[in-house]
């Protein structure tokens, strides 16, 4: 099934808190502004009042209540939209806080309420009519927005960066967050609102540092010179603190004097008062593992941090400059990290193991994800430039005539069609290709797209299954789960049940007469159903490793041809995982085995799961290497089965059996060898096809899932490696002989 509304970037989540709680904690202004662990959502709201409940890539949050009444530039709906307010003409003239003071009471009293007004909507946020739709942005995108000024004015207004700030103002207001990494499309604006996110914060903070971190020392420093001074100068008074030593600084901004909030009740008080120091910097370091080490850090903004290259390791960096926001548990400071990716190599797997450690979905028990950040994909066709029209809202189809854009110049193409025609154009350069796909991409595995060139297989079939997969329903096709024997009694009958937390995905099970299907020879059990299918697995044998690492255990199993109930050639059985004790695999691949019926090939260089099966008498079950009579195996491999993984032979046949499906069973077949030109192939799991693209003959200890992947393969077509028995040639020489004449002659 595909996915449908695959272009919404949240949802609106009904009814997701009880309507009468609901309805009297806003009576009484209660909600508080951070995470309710009571209802397990974030609320972004500071008035005391929530409305909409939203979810974006998991994150569950609550919206502050609309208001009765909200900003709109006109009555017409089609002429309501963004519009910044340009800063009177009496206060442009303004430059500090002294000068404020200086003013005679009647210009204060002019003006007050617009300042307050201001301070409001930085702290508050800000409603206005778009369209005919009532819409919130934060306090930090109303600065953005308004107040920032970028290289081409002041920026316009996008869905794509509203939903953006509603998720990082979750990550602020989130006891248990660290912040977030954003995987994000090219010329996004992060770079931007980053700058502009290190000015709100750091001119509002007291004795606080702000950090920039960049993929280079000299890019870091750029965006501070190029774009967070230039943010900060052009801030209206009544935001800007003074500032220590030179206008321009290349180094550190330092706010000495805060620009005190101006209210009506202060407002002729402010001369009068002491002004106490901000203490507060804002400062860039060169990329290093070890930068800002030992530092508090009130933010840090991390550009292009899936760029980091060798000796620089992003992982690294993140692990020391954690520390640095957290005092003991307490989370003090947040980290905003937003990048394109790189290629694997060059700083892209990094990136990407961040930015999966940073899944909302899996946390720990203390409630954070692995890597303590929140991770937002948003896709290219939301973000496109010259692809969004003047409501902020993105074109993804060609529409049917053009539409004004918010640039003011019209849309005759869908964002869409547009990346469809570029990749069409670069199907024949795959490098290129990944390229595009990596600065625009519309899924995640196109954000992390890996050069061709370093692939043993096809990546462009490989690609193109995952990009299928990607549109597809997952749940739909794949189950995750557990086996177990039935009532807990071994070597009985194993059943199968589904289970969120299982480290199983299936995406066939066999009908009920073929489950359990197991032929006891002699008090040998051996597989009833070998004709369907078989098991390769990469096994381990020690439980636990020091420092809490080791490989994975990897289970896959692969249909053959067949004319039963069943698919034919594939792939149907996933498991990458590591349990407590390598016991617990041992049982859970026997299970797996009895439940399907099927035989198993196993690497023998680390036995104990080949002995495991012997002594549960299931030897049957356990393949011997098919490249070998039994007559040639040795005393062990005659014991326990197995296939060794020294052999240089083995593992070329290995390889060449991934190669071989990959080109009959995976993407589209555009030669029509195999199948149908648009017919794609159905191999669903996707981790598996990323561990492929990923594959390093040279050095295979790493590929768990392909090692595994490959056996089943190889055990399937087992008779391709059948060694040809050598036939012996006997020259048999006859005697010749002369008959003419009376008598032969033997001829010399």
Known sequence: MQKEDQNKLYRVLKDYIPSRVLSNKNRASSWVYGYNEKYDFINISKTGKVGEVINISGLIIGLPLKPKECFSRSIKKDQQYWEREELPKSLSKIHSIFQWNDMHKEFKNTWVDYIEGEFDKREYGYWFMNNGAPTYITGSHYMYLQWTNIDVGYPDYREANRVFFLFWEACKADKRCFGMTYLKIRRSGFSYMGSSECVNVGTLAKDSRVGILSKTGSDAKKMFTDKVVPISTRLP??????????????????????????????????????LYGLDTTIDWKNTDDNSYDGEKLLLLVHDESGKWIKPNNILNNWRVTKTCLRLGSKIIGKCLMGSTSNALSKGGGNFKKLFEDSNVLKRNQNGQTKSGLYSLFIPMEWNMEGFIDRYGQP????????????????????????????????????DALNEFYRQFPRTESHAFRDESKSSLFNLTKIYQQIDYNDSLIKEQHVTRGSFSWKNGIKDSEVVWRPDSRGRFLISWTPVKSLQNNVIDKRGVKFPGNEHLGSFGCDSYDISGTVGGGGSNGALHGVTKFNMEDAPSNEFFLEYVARPQTAEIFFEEVLMACVFYGMPILIENNKPRLLYHLKNRGYRGFSMNRPDKHYTKLSKTEKEIGGIP????????????????????????????????????????FTRTLEDWAKFDVG????????????????????HLYIPVKKQSKISVNFARYNNKGRISELYK
């Open 237 to 274: 008074f009544f935001f800007k603190p003074i500032q220590d030593g030179m206008d321009k600084p290349k180094t550190e901004l330092a706010f000495r004097v805060p620009a005190s909030k101006i209210t009506k009740k202060n407002m002729y008080d402010l001369a009068n008062e002491e």
């Open 395 to 430: 074109v993804f189809d060609t529409p049917p005539k053009s539409i004004e854009g918010v640039d003011g110049e019209m849309i005759y193409n869908g964002a869409i069609d547009y990346w469809k025609a570029e990749v069409e154009s670069l199907k024949n350069d795959a």
């Open 699 to 718: 050095n295979r200890t790493k590929f768990d899932a392909t090692i595994s992947s490959g056996l089943a393969i190889m055990a399937n077509q087992r």
């Open 645 to 684: 993984n020294s052999s240089e032979d083995i593992k070329q046949a290995h390889a060449a059996a991934i190669e071989s499906y990959i080109e009959k069973h995976v993407g589209l077949d555009l030669t029509e060898t195999y199948r149908e030109a648009d017919l794609m192939g159905s191999m669903i």
